[in-house]
């Protein structure tokens, strides 16, 4: 049986640093909400399970806060999601992180989540998840994608990085993405276009963690939105989802991010999309167009994954006549 050594940080530089002395053997625990499941079903190889737990929680206070600095909306990474869910900061000028909050999973998971591991949290493909490693695809160290012989129906329709198919899953992701927020560490800032990687779910380097999410102010008369869709309407991770934010609102579009989640390695921002709405106004011709936009690069697997072209496509009309 596997053991691991569990160490409490005593602050934000002290996490780092203990971060960078184990490396690659050390794992952050915040929530735990995805970190417990992962080392229970042991799907990693007994090489890549980490050997020292360092605790967040320990710091929360100092993580743990929204707050609106100038016009930037300031989220601590250690804020749960049900806090942000609730926010009336939050919901003021950015309602569709809010939205996304409330979708996440179930009620004690945003109990205990905190948005720094929600758009940490790592890929969900069955075959990578598979108790004991039992199909060592290339996520896991070991090669070739099993998902793409297999069962492939919740994978990438926008093609694969590194021969990996696994979408990014998360719901907090593609809004972060959609309002051009900036994801501050310890050690510098990422714009969120910057920040996500479609292998390793995030461009962390060595020793550092998300702190904070700064997020700016929408410009007046902006219309923002985020929408789900998934086989059970609570307690699952999304097939696809969609965050917009359109600027204005009403009237001629002068500027637009639609941006798609759980369909791609990464939170897909679609410039197609963007150029559809453009010098138009919203209505259901011009979300039709923008919806079948978004999805003209997409590229599924076989028949068993294409139904997310469609679903990605209706969610940006959702999204935009809401």
Not at 13 to 30: F, N, R
Not at 89 to 94: D, E, Y
């Amino acid at each position: 049986m596997k053991t691991f050594t569990h160490i409490n940080a005593t602050s934000i530089a002290d996490a780092g640093a203990k971060l960078t002395q184990y490396g690659s053997s050390a794992k952050l625990i915040a929530g735990g909400t995805d970190l417990i499941r992962l080392l229970k079903t042991r799907c990693l190889p007994d090489a890549s399970l980490p050997q020292y737990i360092i605790n967040l929680k320990t710091i929360t206070p100092t993580l743990d806060y929204i707050k609106v600095d100038g016009t930037t909306l300031k989220i601590g990474a250690l804020t749960r999601l049900h806090d942000i869910a609730f926010s009336t900061t939050v919901l003021g000028s950015w309602s569709s992180l809010s939205q996304a909050a409330r979708v996440v999973s179930s009620w004690p998971i945003r109990q205990m989540g905190t948005i720094g591991g929600n758009i940490c949290c790592q890929k969900q493909c069955w075959y990578y998840r598979s108790t004991w490693n039992k199909f060592q695809c290339v996520l896991n160290g070991g090669t070739g994608c099993p998902a793409v012989a297999g069962n492939h129906r919740y994978e990438s329709v926008f093609g694969p990085t590194n021969g990996c198919y696994s979408v990014n899953p998360n719901d907090i992701s593609p809004v972060l993405l959609a309002l051009s927020a900036t994801i501050v560490t310890n050690k510098g800032s990422y714009t969120a276009d910057k920040f996500f990687d479609g292998f390793k779910i995030t461009n962390l380097g060595a020793g550092e963690f998300v702190t904070e999410i700064d997020i700016p102010t929408p410009a007046a008369g902006s219309k923002q939105a985020f929408v789900k869709a998934s086989e059970r309407r609570a307690v699952d991770f999304a097939s696809a989802n969609c965050a917009i934010l359109v600027t204005p609102g009403t009237g001629t579009i002068t500027a637009a991010r639609i941006v798609l989640g759980a369909v791609a390695t990464v939170p897909y921002l679609s410039a197609e999309a963007a150029t559809a709405l453009i010098g138009k106004s919203i209505s259901a011709d011009t979300a039709a167009a923008a919806g079948a936009a978004a999805v003209s690069k997409a590229s599924p697997i076989s028949a068993l994954n294409k139904y997310k072209v469609a679903m990605a496509s209706g969610l940006v009309q959702r999204a935009l006549l809401s």
